[in-house]
């Protein structure tokens, strides 16, 4: 069903050496990033690998609110003792250069499966999937990470996956593509091309899902009906969840059989979700009375320590939608500050913008239109000034 174009850079040779991994009964670590795009391609990863015969090791999820984006510090503390092992990035890992080096150095064959805009350097991984990188002229820039993660499953089952039905079978492939069309629409990548198919497909499976992590969030009250539009709603819960202890509620969710445990999870994920809105709500409501003390000023720059760093990426899009200005909203911590930025507008890409203010930055990437960074509080100033001239020049 997909599109067939040029092959994605690596991917054959990601795939095949996965799938020789599961069948030779390897050590598999698989670790996502904690949104619905993470969690999706982390559990249709893990899936694929276990009808092929294999099992993951371990899966993990970084708390971005207390370690930070990607592979962190404490993550590779508890790596240790865990190698050899192959080690598999879904949704992140492409700005994590010197984390790779530890990783090659710790014992661990590291596979990174990203769809972010690279930095400077592509890290020293065995094997590299970006759909972004250098080199990858495939024309697939506009998949989520789960799009990227599904056509690595289809390779994985057949080299030529791509030209028709067969491998993977219908009933898992309707599972993982309802996955990835709940992935698809949350990361808010063009519908274009196979997206546009992913998402017809998956939400037609989506109606009739066995999966009983999504069929509990079909028995509330207030999800509705996928042609209703409850896949929106589901696609909210998912992103609600947080990692704690390098574990996801909407993973367990995704991945249980059980349904009363389903349910509990669902309602769990849906009560905090509710608290969840009232405070992007209120931290809303509190940027937009400092914008009106500086209407004029190009980009919109907000922090506190009070506003949880997990909540900064939906302030932003809700700023930036109204405002149509680059928005940066960040956690103001004891010596760093942490944040996100959208910027919507065609020709603006965020990533650019800061990659001309790296010598202040800790990290930074993400996307052209969604990114974040962390950088010291004593260069905040400096920063914010640079990306007011940085915008002031591209409007001009």
């Known amino acids: 069903m997909s599109i067939v174009k040029n092959r994605i850079k690596n991917l054959t040779e990601a795939a095949q050496r996965i799938k020789k991994a599961a069948l030779e009964k390897e050590r598999i670590i698989i670790y996502g990033d904690s949104d619905a795009d993470g969690v999706c391609s982390t559990v249709i990863l893990q899936e694929a690998i276990k009808n092929l015969g294999g099992s993951v090791f371990s899966v993990m999820f970084p708390d971005r609110e ?36 530890e990783l090659n150095a710790m014992g661990f064959e590291v596979i990174i499966i990203d769809h972010h805009e ?12 970006d759909v972004k990188q250098p080199g990858d002229n495939a024309g697939f820039e506009y998949l989520c990470n789960a799009g990227l993660t599904f056509k690595l499953v289809e390779e994985m089952f057949h080299p030529a996956e791509a030209l028709g039905e067969g491998g993977l ?35 037609r499976s989506l109606q009739e899902t066995y999966r009983p992590g999504l069929r509990a969030f079909f028995g509330m009250p207030d999800v509705g009906s996928v042609a ?19 574990m996801n509620d909407a993973f367990l969710l995704l991945t249980s059989h059980e349904v ?19 405070k992007i709500a209120s931290i809303s409501q509190e940027v937009e009375r400092r914008i009106a003390k500086n209407p004029d000023d ?94 002031i020049h591209l409007r001009k």
């Not at 898992?172 to 949350?186: C, D, M, P, Y």
Request: with cysteine; charged share 25%.
């Open 228 to 246: 209703a539009g409850g896949y929106m709603k589901i696609i909210s819960y998912i992103n609600t969840a947080e990692s704690v202890d390098f």
């Open 169 to 203: 079978g219908e009933s898992l492939r309707n599972s993982l593509l309802e996955l990835v069309a709940l992935a698809t629409i949350s990361d808010m990548v063009p519908q274009i091309e196979d997206n546009k198919l992913f998402i017809e497909r998956g939400l």
């Open 118 to 129: 690279p930095l400077d350097k592509i890290p020293a991984a065995s094997i590299v999937v």
């Open 298 to 391: 190009k980009i919109i720059f907000e922090g506190d320590p009070a506003w949880k760093l997990t909540l900064a990426g939906p302030v932003a899009s809700i700023i930036a939608q109204k405002y149509q200005k680059p928005t940066f909203i960040y956690k103001k911590m004891d010596t760093e500050s942490a944040g996100s930025v959208r910027s919507l507008r065609e020709g603006e890409n965020s990533v650019d913008a800061m990659a001309l203010c790296k010598d202040l930055l800790i990290t930074y990437g993400g996307h052209a239109k969604a990114s974040g960074f962390r950088l010291k509080n004593e260069d905040l100033d400096q920063f914010k000034q640079r990306l007011g001239e940085y915008f």
């Open 66 to 101: 207390n370690d930070g984006y990607g592979v962190n510090k404490r993550a590779l503390g508890l790596l240790k003792g865990k190698s050899p092992a192959l080690f598999i990035t879904l949704d992140l890992g492409i700005g994590n250069v010197a984390e790779v080096e």
């Open 260 to 278: 009363n445990r389903c349910r509990d999870l669902a309602e769990g994920l849906a009560g905090k979700s509710a608290l969840k809105q009232q």
